[in-house]
DNA sequence: AACTTCGACAACCGCAATACT
DNA sequence: CAGTATTGCGGTTGTCGAAGT
């Protein structure tokens, strides 16, 4: 049994819209305001369905759009971003005030895809077009990292996220606030080969947004060459303590260099811990990043 | 000048998530 | 709780103008 469409297709328009139409759509939004699309085309005498109107006003008619002319540094930004996210462009546009994933998506094809190209890296993956396959267990102990995935509280308000590198000398955690993951979801086995995770990311992915296929797809994914260990454990554990002991403990907020934000809840993290001084902590440039572009709220999943 | 190819991007479609009843 | 409606996302297609032949 299919669904029902959106909307009745008999008697829409379809294709390039035209002044009118946007000049109706423009003027009813800014009497009425966004939602409601579904009704929006008959209130506002449009023979669109609603998906269309949303469409055209979120990717064209909005008057925060910038339209056009993305800066070096916008291109860097969404490579970063696409090589953490992959392509999930509604998120990669929320990092960047003024574009669409649409517009994006689109930028993304046309120009990004060929920049990388020519770079000789493969838009995809992120990594050396020219390089040869490699075996997700390759890795020497140093060279591995661990991901460890804590559920901080029973009403899942937030969880903790930290990558500890064993090769490096820093250690991050990083608190998603207001991220549902059933605390079941969040296991998969330490060593997921490869290929078989490919599979599962690249043909059973279905728009799935909890938190599990994030950090799937955008650390092991974007990293196969990591032997990624994910685990769940109690809050703070005796050997976590220890190990968390002489290193960097940063909120999410923190950690994309928003540490004065309001939202910053290092002193929950530093104070959980038995040591830590979160005054003395410097901001962790998250991506490379300069404090201030990111907006971590548009980070949670949907 | 006519035709073809290509690039850019607006718009559509199908699906999944979420909200509502 | 189940069924239905709505919204949002990502992949794909269609269209149009510019460049090339």
């Known amino acids: 049994m299919g669904r029902s469409p959106c909307c009745e297709k008999a008697h829409t328009n379809k294709g390039a819209w035209t002044k009118e139409e946007d000049d109706r759509l423009i003027s009813y939004i800014r009497a009425h305001g966004e ?21 055209r006003w979120i990717n064209y008619l909005r008057p925060d759009l910038k339209r056009g002319n993305f800066t070096e540094e916008e291109d860097e930004l969404i490579i970063k971003l696409h090589s953490l996210l992959g392509n999930k462009w509604s998120l ?38 020219n390089e040869p396959p490699h075996s997700s267990h390759s890795h020497s102990q140093s060279q591995s990292q661990s991901l460890h995935l804590q559920n901080h509280n029973q009403n899942q308000e937030s969880v903790t996220i930290a990558v500890v590198a064993a090769s490096a000398t820093t250690t991050t955690t990083t608190t998603i606030p207001a991220v549902t993951v059933p605390t079941t979801t969040i296991s998969f086995a330490s060593s997921i080969k490869q290929e078989q995770y490919h599979h599962h990311h690249h043909h059973h992915y279905n728009h799935n947004h909890n938190q ?11 990293c196969p060459d990591l032997n990624l260990e994910l685990t769940i454990s109690p809050p ?12 960097r403990n940063l909120c999410f907020v923190c950690s994309l260099g928003l540490q004065n934000s309001k939202d910053c809840s290092c002193d929950e993290i ?29 980070l949670e999943m949907k």
């Open 92 to 129: 990669i546009a929320g990092r960047l005030p003024g574009r669409t994933d649409n517009e994006i998506k689109n930028y993304w094809n046309t120009h990004i895809r060929r920049k990388l190209l020519n770079r000789g890296i493969d838009p995809a993956t992120h990594r050396p077009l």
């Open 236 to 247: 703070r554990q005796q050997e976590q303590d220890e190990q968390f002991k002489n290193s």
């Open 212 to 222: 599990e296929m994030m950090i799937k797809g955008s650390v092991l994914e974007r």
């Open 270 to 298: 530093v104070g959980n811990s038995s040591t830590g001084n979160a005054s003395t902590t410097p901001a962790y440039d998250f991506l490379g990043l300069k404090a201030g572009v990111w907006d971590y709220k548009g």
């Open 35 to 55: 939602g409601c699309w579904r009704s929006l085309p008959k209130a506002a005498g449009l023979l669109r369905c609603g998906k269309s109107c949303r469409l």
